[in-house]
C-alpha cells in the first residue's frame, strides 16, 4: 500500500514561489509513475506534472517553464518547485501515484492513478 504525504504548500503573493513536498512510503516496485494534480473550487482535476522511474516529465502547458517536478529516490520524496506564480495557480495539489513504467501521456486523467495523498493548498494573490 503506497502512502503520500504532501507538505509545502501556503499563500504567496503573485510572482512568488513554493516548493511542495510528498514523501512516498510503501512502494516495491520500481516502476512507478508519480506527479501532482490540482483541483480549484468549481473546476475539474487537472494534470499539472509527472515524472516516471526513467526521470521522463510532462507538464499541463499553463505551467511549462515555471514548475519543475523532481524526485530524490534516496529520500523516497517527490516535489514540484513552483516559480512565478499566478493567481490562476490557487488549488488545492495532491500527490499521486500508480505502479505502471511509464506515465500516461500528457499527464493523464485522474482515474490513472491509484494512490492519491490528502492535498495541500495553494493560495496566489494578486
Known amino acids: 500500500q503506497v502512502q503520500l504525504v504532501e507538505s509545502g504548500g501556503g499563500s504567496v503573493q503573485s510572482g512568488g514561489s513554493l516548493r511542495l513536498s510528498c514523501a512516498v512510503f510503501?512502494?516495491?516496485?520500481?516502476?512507478?509513475?508519480m506527479g501532482w494534480f490540482r483541483q480549484a473550487p468549481g473546476k475539474e482535476r487537472e494534470a499539472v506534472a509527472t515524472i516516471d522511474s526513467d526521470g521522463v516529465t510532462t507538464y499541463a502547458d499553463s505551467v511549462k517553464g515555471r514548475f519543475t517536478i523532481s524526485q530524490d529516490n534516496a529520500k523516497n520524496t517527490l516535489y514540484l518547485q513552483m516559480n512565478s506564480l499566478k493567481p490562476e495557480d490557487t488549488a488545492r495539489y495532491s500527490c499521486?501515484?500508480?505502479?505502471?513504467?511509464?506515465?500516461?501521456?500528457?499527464?493523464?486523467?485522474?482515474?490513472?492513478?491509484?494512490?492519491w495523498g490528502q492535498g495541500t493548498q495553494v493560495t496566489v494573490s494578486s
Open positions: 499521486v501515484a500508480d505502479y505502471r513504467p511509464r506515465c500516461p501521456q500528457y499527464g493523464g486523467g485522474w482515474r490513472d492513478y491509484l494512490y
Open positions: 510503501g512502494y516495491t516496485y520500481n516502476s512507478i509513475c
